[in-house]
């Protein structure tokens, strides 16, 4: 496989509501799944939402629910894999759709690359960072900085990962992230003690996946859609 | 010909996968491409299509972890005949409780071996030389696989869960690019909003009548949403609780929308009978309303807080989940419409001139494209919003 047979086109979004973002989601997968579209990869940063995964209905929470309300934080239920996670500013979030068929991936390869992603932008910042056998996510030291969650139909991807840059991290002591009552959430900026960019970040991210995935990125400038459509 | 569903190699060295659901109930007809089965594993879901069209019978029950390549099910061709299967003894449905009958992996092989649907070009000849397991003793044929006749009438498949329009393409301009407020915009009264999950369902309530009904919007499932504000609906609930003190009795948000449902749908040809299904941890409890929209409301209700259920088959099951906003109500076969009401979450309300504070929910509702015309269920959503914001017609027997 050479980078001529594997392209994506990148999206940084910006700032964004879940909702609107599983929407476009769900219909890129289904686009992609009848064959037509294209490999997307989209980087965003939401406002405060819980998810859940579809196993898990009922959100696995430290506190009553009345107090996520009280915050201001949103909840959804998602169709992805795992259990009950955070998103907020300061967290990139990559959602890859993807036709692993074309690409010639399985699934768990695909997930270990989103991984191996994580680790490689983590090194840019002098970060050693590792997989953890029985237990998704990029964790440094023991302590979880990236959390991760698919579906997958007819091979096509959607969801992805999520990267703690700079979030507010007492929104997660809300929940039991991951469904997991132990586990300790981290960030970058904690981890390296001083603020990251995000842009950075992305930069690096972006960077990352297409040498772990071997593929060509292309960035699709925003503010020009933006400006076409007034 | 028989397809059989498998449970898909997800790497080079795939460790086992949960099948976590099956979203069609065994013994109904699915088609090519639809959703019949979602497995787990390591924060994966794969969901799993039919190959082929014709009638799913489940091999597996929910719940178990299977190696990549076990057969969760079949799918039998139309028409199919019953002398070319294997005799039902030897095809005990294993389940969690069994412990009478070959393994699993006798089963497996014997399934295999059994070959009524085509061989894996890819694989091997000889691969499973084990013969057939002969049926057990102990075993008990009401158990075993009944092919035919199959118990069901041709009933309505639910839709794929999470689906969305095949042709519905992603605009990223349109979609993302939508002014951000803080909370529900001015709009047009008519309009179904909040991104409805069809193309069709995102243009206003009259353009809708209009839309050219495709292929591809008909064979998928049908799931949209709307928000609905809650500002006239508290004042309703408020003023109710006054006047039912006697009784100690006040509507809560579920008990106005299920009248709306009831209402909307006698208005729109159907028999008014609605089902409110709760949600208390892993327990569910359904309340039946026959004529949800006509009964005094008072006595509507009293009935839902009735702790007798009963049989259910209203035409539209409307499920109240607190605790999500945003959630995908299951569909029964045979009902036309599934609700889900999502919880209640403070709004900034805009009144045309300024903001203010308000409440809001949203309402997700699913039905099966081929039971029900697209255009209809947006309509008959925009009528459920549209009764729910403005409640008080309610009131009328």
């Given at each position: 496989?050479?980078?001529?047979?594997?392209?994506?086109?990148v999206?940084?979004?910006?700032?964004?509501?879940?909702?609107?973002?599983?929407r476009?989601?769900?219909r890129?997968?289904?686009?992609?799944?009848?064959?037509?579209?294209?490999?997307?990869?989209l980087?965003?940063?939401?406002r405060?939402?819980?998810?859940?995964?579809?196993?898990?209905?009922e959100?696995?929470?430290?506190?009553?629910?009345?107090?996520?309300?009280?915050?201001?934080?949103?909840?959804?239920?998602?169709?992805?894999?795992g259990?009950?996670?955070?998103?907020?500013?300061?967290?990139?979030?990559?959602?890859?759709?993807v036709?692993?068929?074309?690409?010639?991936?399985?699934?768990?390869?695909?997930?270990?690359?989103l991984?191996?992603t994580?680790?490689?932008?983590l090194?840019?910042?002098?970060?050693?960072?590792?997989?953890?056998?029985g237990a998704?996510?990029?964790?440094?030291?023991?302590?979880?900085?990236?959390?991760?969650?698919?579906n997958?139909?007819?091979?096509?991807?959607m969801?992805?990962?999520?990267?703690?840059?700079d979030p507010?991290?007492s929104?997660?002591?809300?929940i039991?992230?991951?469904?997991?009552?132990d586990?300790?959430m981290?960030?970058?900026?904690?981890?390296?003690?001083?603020?990251?960019?995000?842009?950075?970040?992305?930069?690096?991210?972006?960077?990352?996946?297409?040498?772990?995935?071997?593929?060509?990125?292309?960035?699709?400038d925003?503010?020009e859609?933006?400006d076409?459509?007034? | 010909?028989?397809?059989?569903?498998?449970?898909?190699?997800?790497?080079?060295?795939?460790?086992?996968?949960l099948?976590?659901?099956?979203?069609?109930?065994?013994?109904?007809?699915?088609?090519?491409?639809e959703?019949?089965?979602?497995?787990e594993?390591?924060?994966v879901?794969v969901?799993?299509?039919?190959?082929?069209?014709?009638?799913?019978?489940?091999?597996?029950?929910?719940?178990?972890?299977?190696?990549?390549?076990d057969i969760?099910?079949?799918?039998?061709?139309?028409g199919?005949?019953?002398?070319?299967?294997?005799?039902?003894?030897?095809?005990?449905?294993?389940?969690?409780?069994?412990?009478?009958?070959?393994?699993?992996?006798?089963?497996?092989?014997?399934?295999?071996?059994?070959r009524?649907w085509?061989?894996?070009?890819?694989?091997?000849?000889?691969?499973?030389?084990?013969?057939?397991?002969?049926?057990?003793?102990?075993a008990?044929?009401?158990?075993?696989?009944?092919?035919?006749?199959f118990?069901r009438?041709?009933?309505?498949?639910e839709?794929s869960?999470?689906d969305?329009a095949?042709?519905d393409?992603?605009?990223?301009?349109?979609?993302?690019?939508?002014?951000?407020?803080?909370?529900?915009?001015?709009?047009?009264?008519?309009?179904?909003?909040d991104?409805?999950?069809?193309?069709?369902?995102e243009?206003?309530?009259?353009?809708?009548?209009?839309?050219?009904?495709?292929?591809?919007?008909?064979?998928?499932?049908?799931?949209?949403?709307?928000?609905?504000?809650?500002?006239?609906?508290?004042?309703?609930?408020?003023?109710?609780?006054?006047?039912?003190r006697?009784a100690?009795?006040?509507?809560?948000?579920?008990?106005?929308?299920?009248r709306?449902?009831?209402?909307?749908?006698?208005?729109?040809?159907?028999?008014?009978?609605?089902?409110?299904?709760?949600?208390?941890?892993?327990?569910?409890?359904?309340?039946?309303?026959?004529?949800?929209?006509?009964?005094?409301?008072?006595?509507?209700?009293?009935?839902?807080r009735k702790n007798?259920?009963?049989?259910?088959?209203?035409?539209?099951?409307?499920?109240?989940?607190?605790?999500v906003d945003?959630?995908e109500?299951?569909?029964?076969?045979?009902?036309s419409?599934?609700?889900?009401?999502g919880?209640?979450?403070?709004?900034?309300?805009?009144?045309g001139?300024r903001?203010?504070?308000?409440a809001?929910?949203t309402?997700?509702l699913?039905?099966?494209?081929?039971?029900?015309e697209?255009?209809e269920?947006?309509?008959?959503?925009a009528?459920?919003?549209?009764?729910?914001?403005?409640?008080?017609?309610?009131?009328v027997a």
């Amino acid at each position: 496989m050479t980078t001529d047979d594997r392209t994506i086109r990148v999206y940084d979004l910006g700032a964004t509501s879940y909702g609107d973002v599983h929407r476009l989601q769900r219909r890129l997968q289904a686009q992609r799944r009848e064959g037509a579209g294209f490999d997307s990869l989209l980087l965003t940063e939401h406002r405060p939402v819980i998810t859940l995964g579809r196993s898990h209905p009922e959100p696995d929470l430290r506190v009553p629910l009345q107090t996520i309300k009280n915050y201001g934080i949103e909840l959804h239920q998602t169709e992805r894999g795992g259990d009950i996670t955070y998103h907020g500013p300061g967290q990139l979030v990559a959602y890859g759709i993807v036709d692993l068929k074309g690409w010639n991936l399985g699934v768990i390869d695909y997930v270990d690359g989103l991984e191996e992603t994580v680790i490689g932008v983590l090194a840019d910042w002098g970060l050693r960072a590792e997989h953890r056998e029985g237990a998704r996510g990029v964790w440094v030291g023991g302590r979880k900085i990236a959390s991760l969650g698919l579906n997958v139909r007819r091979w096509v991807t959607m969801h992805g990962i999520a990267l703690n840059v700079d979030p507010d991290m007492s929104h997660f002591d809300l929940i039991n992230p991951c469904g997991m009552p132990d586990v300790e959430m981290t960030s970058l900026s904690a981890e390296m003690n001083k603020q990251v960019p995000m842009a950075d970040v992305s930069e690096s991210f972006v960077f990352h996946f297409g040498r772990v995935f071997s593929c060509r990125t292309e960035m699709v400038d925003m503010s020009e859609k933006r400006d076409a459509n007034g | 010909m028989a397809v059989s569903v498998e449970l898909p190699k997800l790497g080079l060295q795939a460790p086992p996968a949960l099948l976590a659901e099956w979203y069609l109930p065994d013994g109904v007809t699915v088609h090519r491409g639809e959703a019949l089965c979602r497995i787990e594993t390591n924060n994966v879901a794969v969901e799993v299509e039919a190959e082929g069209d014709g009638v799913l019978r489940h091999r597996l029950e929910a719940g178990r972890e299977r190696p990549a390549g076990d057969i969760l099910g079949v799918i039998l061709a139309s028409g199919e005949r019953m002398p070319e299967l294997p005799p039902v003894g030897e095809l005990p449905i294993p389940t969690a409780t069994a412990n009478h009958g070959p393994s699993e992996d006798e089963w497996q092989a014997s399934v295999r071996a059994m070959r009524y649907w085509p061989p894996d070009a890819t694989e091997p000849a000889g691969d499973d030389p084990e013969p057939p397991p002969a049926e057990p003793e102990n075993a008990e044929p009401a158990k075993a696989f009944e092919l035919v006749p199959f118990p069901r009438k041709a009933a309505p498949a639910e839709p794929s869960n999470w689906d969305v329009a095949p042709g519905d393409a992603a605009d990223f301009a349109s979609a993302l690019l939508r002014p951000e407020t803080p909370g529900p915009l001015p709009r047009d009264d008519t309009a179904v909003r909040d991104e409805p999950e069809m193309d069709a369902a995102e243009h206003s309530h009259s353009e809708l009548g209009a839309a050219p009904e495709t292929p591809d919007a008909v064979q998928a499932a049908l799931s949209m949403r709307v928000t609905v504000d809650l500002v006239e609906t508290h004042k309703l609930r408020a003023q109710l609780g006054r006047e039912w003190r006697d009784a100690d009795l006040s509507p809560t948000n579920a008990d106005v929308v299920v009248r709306a449902v009831g209402r909307a749908a006698i208005e729109f040809g159907g028999d008014g009978s609605v089902a409110l299904r709760t949600f208390d941890g892993e327990q569910a409890r359904a309340v039946m309303l026959r004529d949800a929209g006509l009964v005094p409301f008072r006595q509507a209700v009293l009935e839902l807080r009735k702790n007798e259920p009963g049989p259910i088959d209203a035409a539209c099951i409307v499920s109240l989940f607190e605790d999500v906003d945003e959630a995908e109500p299951p569909l029964e076969p045979g009902s036309s419409f599934a609700l889900a009401i999502g919880g209640e979450r403070s709004a900034v309300r805009w009144d045309g001139e300024r903001a203010g504070p308000g409440a809001e929910l949203t309402l997700t509702l699913r039905c099966d494209p081929a039971l029900v015309e697209p255009f209809e269920a947006a309509r008959f959503l925009a009528r459920v919003r549209e009764l729910v914001e403005a409640p008080y017609a309610l009131l009328v027997a």
